[in-house]
């Protein structure tokens, strides 16, 4: 059975930071591309970031650059994503996403990101 559990989400003051976790289960997760998308209500599902299977290649959405870390560790079937200096607009569910061509593509439940004063 294949999971995806995200983690981490939580209430946090602007400027602050938070780790989200995605850890995987079901299926071979070095052979995948793992992404992190975020949705807020009335909006369409938007990419983050995204790390190749090997986390060799990064990927990042023109508004998180240089705020935001993905990575991932293969041994623990795991995917990260490092957010810091957080804004309101920020907030939103983030869900993890793995992908490979040619294979199925699975969606985690999402995680609530708020960013509140």
């Known amino acids: 059975q294949v999971q995806l559990v995200e983690s981490g989400g939580g209430l946090v003051q602007p400027g602050g930071s938070l780790r989200l976790s995605c850890a995987a289960s079901?299926?071979?997760?070095?052979?995948?591309?793992m992404s992190w998308y975020r949705q807020t209500p009335g909006k369409e599902r938007e990419l983050v970031a995204a790390?190749?299977?090997?986390?060799?290649?990064?990927n990042y959405a023109d508004s998180v650059k240089g705020r935001f870390t993905i990575s991932r560790d293969n041994a623990k079937n795991t995917v990260y994503l490092q957010m810091n200096s957080l804004n309101s607009e920020d907030t939103a569910v983030y869900y993890c996403?793995?992908?490979?061509?040619?294979?199925?593509?699975?969606w985690g439940q999402g995680t609530q990101v708020t960013v509140s004063s």
């Open positions: 996403y793995a992908r490979r061509p040619g294979y199925d593509y699975y």
């Open positions: 079901g299926f071979t997760f070095s052979r995948y591309g």
């Open positions: 790390i190749s299977s090997t986390g060799g290649t990064t």
